[in-house]
């Protein structure tokens, strides 16, 4: 029997990131849908530090946490095996030293449904190693608008291809 389809698949490429996988994996857990609506997908690629067994003891805290271990890859490697097994209607890629500011996925996934994007950029902000905020890219003036593949591209990059 197939898995039961989830709203949100987040896939997690990890590769040595152990001083920040924790953050990330628990700002994704403080949202304000519910776990069985999203799974976040850990894929540990070839980490020679502990983020493994940081992920491993998460999952006893959350269940809705996947992990899969693979020998060294790659960071694009590991996201299509986190593809691989995702359930969910939509993918959220996160870097482990991101994070996601609480009780967001709501609104995120219901505008997504109102408009029935297969691409939805969100801002996001960079910050100081300090945590101050550097500067924020919010995507406000594109609100609305359906822009080719390569240009959204383009757009969720502040400009930028790299």
């Given amino acids: 029997m197939p898995p039961t389809m989830k709203k949100l698949s987040i896939i997690i490429p990890m590769y040595n990131v152990e001083p920040y996988v924790e953050k990330c994996i628990r700002s994704l857990e403080n949202q304000d849908i519910p776990q069985s609506d999203y799974e976040i997908i850990c894929v540990n690629d070839g980490s020679t530090d ?3 067994e940081i992920t491993e003891t998460l999952q006893l805290e959350f269940p809705n946490i996947v992990l ?5 890859q ?3 490697m590991a996201r299509n095996n986190g593809i691989d097994r995702a359930t969910g209607k939509y993918l959220l890629f996160i870097d482990p030293d991101d994070y996601v500011e609480p ?3 709501a609104s995120v996934l219901g505008s997504a449904d109102s408009i ?3 691409v ?7 910050l100081n190693e300090g945590g101050s905020l550097r500067k924020s890219i919010l995507n406000k003036n594109i609100k ?4 080719t593949g390569l240009d959204a591209y383009f757009i969720s990059r502040d400009g ?3």
């Fill in 116 to 118: 029935q994007s297969q």
């Fill in 120 to 126: 939805h950029l969100l801002g996001y902000s960079l």
């Fill in 103 to 105: 009780n967001k996925f």
């Fill in 74 to 76: 790659g960071v694009s």
């Fill in 144 to 147: 609305g608008i359906t822009y």
């Fill in 50 to 52: 502990n983020c493994r």
């Fill in 160 to 162: 930028r291809y790299d």
């Fill in 68 to 72: 899969i271990n693979q020998e060294n």
